[in-house]
């Protein structure tokens, strides 16, 4: 039989003592017979030693039996087994975001209170979050019951100093965010028992476990650096045109990590019980949207890959054009035909529709598919959530999905697509993951080579000549398109004239060699309201925002100001803002 097995309870104590008894007490009995009292004293003395030596074993082996083989997680009378234990999350530089800290849970033995009055009125004034009703429950349960979790080592202290009876502890680890709101959606948070409820803090789960097993840490893709920046900005926009929801990403398109990522309205980790579903959910990976002319960078990277065009070949905006049951029309119209830069520029849908018809249906699904459109962006968050397309991909499809339209995306897929663009024509899963410096990616192409340079070269052009004007910074060659997409209205079986996405995705710089280093900015706006200022566009909302993103972040990606590139004339040095509805 092991140790384990044996039963050190007080039936067993009580059965060797009453023998030892037995055997003393006859002991005595013959020493007086015999008239030996010296040998009387003898055992007078060894009898007061035996029960101090069996009172001390007893003691010990109870302890030793307590600290081995403790039972007490069994029963609902004592403390659950601690959370699972989980590693730091820290950003790429280091910086903490998550981390376990020793907490304390309060626990209460009715049993052993003797005031109970007393116990009530300290535990109340110390613990001002603890309810009445939790806390009369426990005083009348009548076994040792968990009160509240979460103490601080300074407010057990506090309470453990009153030697309140019945009153006790339990440690506990519990998971802090010291940065509260920063980076929320993207840290995510776990519950109390140590299990990943939602962003890295799910997606990552078993890294995180494990890490800590050999108290390391998990290292994120973000810097907090660039975090900052895109949240700065991204909430000064907000203030200015009161959207109810609001976008920004920043990624690597060499590697597809992840460097920045906000999304509006926002939470606190710390508390995420408190916080509505509506500020908890990730619309940078769980929202999809229609996008609207952002779109035409992939409907135009399409034309140029297949071969139906160039930058010059030309497209008739003069008068609005059929395509399958739609009749399409520009925003602000120039009357005139138009270059395919130029149609990139003015944001023309009609170009752009007339554009995907040389396409076919076919073939700009299958651009689209290559694009990662079709599916949920491939990253480890667990929300990314899977696009709404066409049924049928035929000529309507073409004349709203072309401009971004007919078609509902999340922001992410749109990043990944983009940055697939940018860095040569590799589509890369995105990462939240810290990769190794030096680390080369790569995934199934999307277009050839010299279809990126040149797509790099038209988007530079919108910037200095079109529509993205607004996101422009002096030496870093910023390129971009402008969306502004109009939403459904259920109710009126129509899309609306003043509810719309606005959103503007760029790429900087635009020069140098597809190895060069590079990196792609997205801000999104849902509903922008349009106040007593112009229409609430792309241009107008997000391109300066997106700008003034870049200029902040690029000292710390390195990026050095250079000489401007300007590869195309501009289609109108006063081009409008607002061409892209």
Same mark, same amino acid.
């Given at each position: 039989?092991?140790?384990?097995?044996i039963?050190?309870?007080?039936? @067993?104590?009580?059965?060797?003592?009453s023998?030892?008894?037995?055997?003393?007490?006859?002991a005595?009995? =013959?020493?007086?017979?015999?008239?030996?009292?010296?040998?009387?004293?003898?055992?007078?003395?060894?009898?007061v030693?035996?029960?101090?030596? /069996?009172?001390?074993?007893?003691?010990?082996?109870?302890?030793?039996?307590?600290?081995?083989?403790?039972?007490?997680?069994?029963?609902?009378?004592?403390a659950?087994?601690?959370?699972?234990?989980? *590693?730091?999350l820290?950003?790429?530089?280091?910086?903490?975001?998550?981390?376990?800290?020793?907490?304390?849970?309060?626990?209460?033995?009715?049993?052993?209170? @003797?005031?109970?009055?007393?116990?009530?009125? !300290?535990?109340?004034?110390?613990?001002?979050?603890?309810?009445?009703?939790?806390?009369?429950? !426990?005083?009348?349960?009548?076994?040792?019951?968990?009160?509240?979790?979460?103490?601080?080592?300074?407010? =057990?202290?506090?309470?453990?100093?009153?030697?309140?009876?019945?009153?006790?502890?339990?440690?506990?680890?519990?998971?802090?965010y010291?940065?509260?709101?920063?980076?929320?959606? +993207?840290?995510?948070?776990?519950?109390?028992?140590?299990?990943?409820?939602?962003?890295?803090?799910?997606?990552?789960?078993?890294?995180?476990?494990?890490?800590?097993?050999?108290?390391?840490?998990?290292p994120?893709?973000?810097d +907090?650096?660039?975090?900052?920046?895109?949240?700065?900005?991204?909430?000064?926009?907000?203030?200015?045109?009161h959207?109810?929801?609001?976008?920004?990403?920043?990624?690597?398109? $060499?590697?597809?990590?992840?460097? &920045?990522?906000?999304?509006?309205?926002?939470?606190?980790?710390?508390?995420?019980?408190?916080?509505?579903?509506?500020?908890?959910?990730?619309?940078?990976? &769980?929202?999809?949207?229609?996008?609207?002319s952002?779109?035409?960078?992939?409907?135009?990277?399409?034309?140029?890959d297949?071969?139906?065009?160039?930058?010059?070949?030309?497209?008739?905006?003069? $008068?609005?054009?059929?395509?399958?049951?739609?009749?399409?029309?520009?925003?602000?119209?120039?009357?005139?035909?138009?270059?395919?830069?130029?149609?990139f520029?003015?944001s023309?849908?009609?170009?752009?529709?007339?554009?995907?018809?040389?396409?076919?249906?076919?073939?700009? $699904?299958?651009?689209? %598919?290559?694009?990662?459109l079709?599916?949920?962006?491939?990253?480890?968050?667990?929300?990314?959530?899977?696009?709404?397309?066409?049924?049928?991909?035929?000529?309507?499809?073409?004349?709203?999905?072309?401009?971004?339209?007919?078609?509902?995306?999340?922001?992410?897929?749109?990043?990944?697509?983009?940055?697939?663009?940018?860095? &040569?024509?590799?589509?890369?899963?995105?990462?939240?993951?810290? +990769?190794?410096?030096?680390? /080369?990616?790569?995934?199934?192409?999307?277009?050839?080579?010299?279809?990126?340079?040149?797509?790099?070269?038209?988007?530079?052009?919108?910037?200095?000549?079109?529509?993205?004007?607004?996101?422009?910074?002096?030496?870093?060659?910023?390129?971009?398109?402008?969306?502004?997409?109009?939403?459904?209205?259920?109710?009126?079986?129509?899309?609306?004239?003043?509810?719309?996405?606005?959103?503007?995705?760029?790429?900087?710089?635009?020069?140098?060699?597809? %190895?060069?280093?590079?990196?792609?900015?997205?801000?999104?706006?849902?509903?922008?309201?349009?106040?007593?200022?112009?229409?609430?566009?792309?241009?107008?909302?997000?391109?300066? *925002?997106? &700008? $003034?993103?870049?200029?902040?972040?690029?000292?710390?990606?390195?990026?050095?100001?250079? !000489?401007?590139?300007?590869?195309?004339?501009?289609?109108?040095? %006063?081009?409008s803002?607002?061409?892209?509805?």
């Open positions: 039989m092991s140790l384990g097995q039963s050190f309870g007080p039936s @067993w104590f009580s059965r060797r003592l023998g030892l008894m037995w055997r003393l007490e006859h005595f009995e =013959r020493a007086r017979a015999s008239g030996r009292a010296e040998d009387d004293t003898r055992i007078r003395i060894f009898f030693l035996a029960l101090f030596s /069996v009172g001390f074993l007893t003691l010990a082996l109870g302890a030793t039996h307590a600290t081995l083989f403790n039972r007490s997680a069994e029963g609902d009378a004592y659950p087994p601690m959370g699972a234990a989980r *590693a730091d820290v950003d790429r530089n280091g910086q903490m975001l998550a981390a376990d800290l020793l907490h304390y849970g309060l626990y209460i033995d009715p049993r052993e209170i @003797w005031d109970t009055a007393e116990t009530r009125r !300290a535990l109340t004034a110390s613990l001002p979050d603890l309810t009445a009703e939790r806390l009369e429950k !426990a005083l009348r349960a009548g076994r040792r019951t968990f009160v509240t979790g979460g103490l601080t080592p300074e407010v =057990r202290a506090q309470i453990h100093d009153m030697g309140l009876p019945g009153v006790s502890f339990e440690p506990e680890q519990k998971r802090v010291p940065l509260g709101y920063t980076a929320a959606h +993207l840290v995510g948070f776990a519950d109390t028992g140590g299990q990943g409820l939602a962003g890295a803090e799910a997606a990552l789960n078993d890294d995180i476990r494990n890490a800590a097993a050999s108290q390391g840490s998990v994120l893709s973000i +907090l650096r660039i975090q900052a920046a895109l949240e700065d900005e991204l909430y000064k926009a907000t203030a200015q045109f959207p109810k929801g609001a976008v920004g990403i920043v990624t690597n398109v $060499h590697t597809g990590e992840i460097l &920045g990522l906000a999304s509006y309205p926002t939470f606190d980790p710390n508390k995420p019980g408190s916080a509505s579903l509506d500020a908890r959910q990730n619309r940078a990976a &769980g929202a999809i949207y229609e996008m609207g952002t779109f035409k960078g992939f409907t135009v990277a399409a034309g140029l297949a071969g139906v065009a160039t930058p010059s070949s030309t497209f008739d905006a003069t $008068h609005p054009f059929q395509l399958g049951y739609r009749t399409i029309t520009d925003y602000h119209a120039t009357h005139k035909v138009l270059t395919l830069v130029e149609v520029q003015h023309s849908n009609i170009g752009t529709a007339r554009l995907g018809e040389e396409i076919g249906p076919e073939r700009l $699904h299958d651009y689209f %598919n290559r694009f990662g079709t599916q949920a962006a491939k990253t480890e968050l667990i929300e990314s959530a899977r696009p709404l397309t066409p049924r049928i991909w035929n000529e309507d499809a073409i004349a709203s999905t072309s401009f971004g339209h007919g078609i509902n995306v999340s922001p992410l897929a749109v990043a990944r697509a983009y940055s697939g663009l940018m860095n &040569g024509g590799e589509l890369l899963p995105l990462t939240i993951r810290k +990769l190794p410096a030096g680390t /080369v990616v790569h995934g199934p192409r999307m277009i050839k080579e010299g279809t990126a340079l040149t797509l790099l070269q038209i988007m530079r052009s919108n910037v200095t000549g079109g529509s993205g004007k607004s996101a422009n910074v002096p030496g870093l060659n910023v390129g971009g398109k402008t969306g502004t997409g109009e939403k459904w209205d259920a109710a009126a079986r129509r899309y609306s004239s003043t509810r719309q996405v606005s959103s503007f995705a760029a790429a900087f710089p635009t020069d140098g060699p597809l %190895n060069a280093p590079r990196y792609f900015v997205l801000i999104l706006m849902d509903e922008p309201q349009r106040g007593n200022g112009p229409d609430p566009t792309g241009g107008i909302v997000a391109a300066p *925002a997106a &700008g $003034h993103i870049i200029e902040r972040i690029a000292p710390f990606l390195g990026i050095q100001k250079r !000489a401007e590139t300007n590869p195309f004339t501009p289609a109108d040095p %006063n081009a803002t607002a061409e892209e509805h």
